[in-house]
């Protein structure tokens, strides 16, 4: 018997090591693919069982579900909410709903003499409902508006020395940054001119956040000329949030909701 390399010699007749070692290789691979077939196989069986359901709103448009928002008239002293509360109001509808905008159905206001942030009347809203072609009519009014912000007093946050060996301790402050949105909106439907949904709708979001106002010595604290002002740096992501919420309380009703549904 002779052995060379990847081969064995015996009686004169030779035998491979190395064909050996690929076929149980590829039977190694062979069982982890029929594997991998099974648990897909398993994954589409199990998400075969089921399908999603849509419940329609429970206020029902009617018509071809087309709507138009109307502009809000603002009584807050930020002129900038009532426009970010509308274009989530068209973010929401527009999700299953086709969605005039403010500017596209203001040429019809005017035309009837509606001012920017007016309501219309019964009458005026068949009209509008005919002049743009549209099922509902989406308005309303914004009628508070608050981003208090509030600060905590200084306090020790982390000891420290410094380099001269001297022990002191980081000085932080904390500040609550909240914003509270609420409006009252409303949809008329456009074939009688009635109100079909009313909602008094509140948001709210807030946040906390803290900084380090500097080194100070055991013993020694900052004094009021070292505590910062408040900042603003957080009220436009606490703000959308807060719009968010309030939006989507109005327009809760208005949406479909989905489920899932085991099929046999």
């Avoid at 087309?66 to 930020?78: E, I, P, S």
């Avoid at 002049?131 to 914004?142: F, H, K, N």
């Avoid at 009252?184 to 009313?198: F, P, Q």
């Avoid at 948001?203 to 002002?229: C, M, Q, R, V």
Wanted: aromatic share 10%; proline share 5%; charged share 20%.
């Amino acid at each position: 018997m002779g052995v060379t390399g990847r081969e064995i010699t015996v009686s004169g007749e030779t035998y491979s090591v190395c064909s050996s070692e690929l076929a149980a290789k590829r039977g190694k691979n062979m069982k982890r693919k029929l594997g991998l077939l099974v648990l897909v196989a398993l994954f589409l069986v199990g998400c075969s069982g089921y399908e999603q359901v849509m419940v329609p709103p429970k206020v029902q448009i009617g018509g071809g579900n087309t709507v138009a928002v109307l502009f809000l008239d603002n009584f807050t002293n930020d002129y900038a909410i009532s426009y970010e509360v509308e274009q989530q109001i068209l973010r929401t509808l527009s999700e299953y709903y086709r969605v005039i905008t403010p500017e596209e159905a203001e040429w019809a206001l005017v035309r009837l003499g509606l001012l920017r942030g007016q309501s219309p009347d019964r009458d005026q809203a068949i009209r509008l409902g005919q002049m743009l072609g549209v099922d509902a009519l989406v308005m309303g009014e914004l009628s508070g508006y608050f981003a208090p912000l509030t600060q905590t007093q200084p306090y020790p946050a982390k000891e420290r020395y410094n380099a001269q060996e001297v022990r002191g301790y980081d000085w932080e402050i904390g500040q609550n940054t909240r914003v509270m949105v609420s409006f009252t909106g409303r949809v008329m439907e456009t074939r009688g001119g009635n109100v079909i949904h009313r909602v008094r709708a509140q948001g709210e979001g807030s946040t906390n956040t803290k900084k380090t106002i500097g080194w100070w010595p055991d013993g020694k604290e900052p004094g009021a000329w070292h505590i910062p002002l408040p900042h603003q740096g957080d009220v436009p992501v606490v703000r959308q949030s807060a719009v968010r919420q309030a939006v989507s309380q109005f327009t809760e009703d208005l949406m479909p909701t989905y489920y899932w549904r085991r099929v046999d």
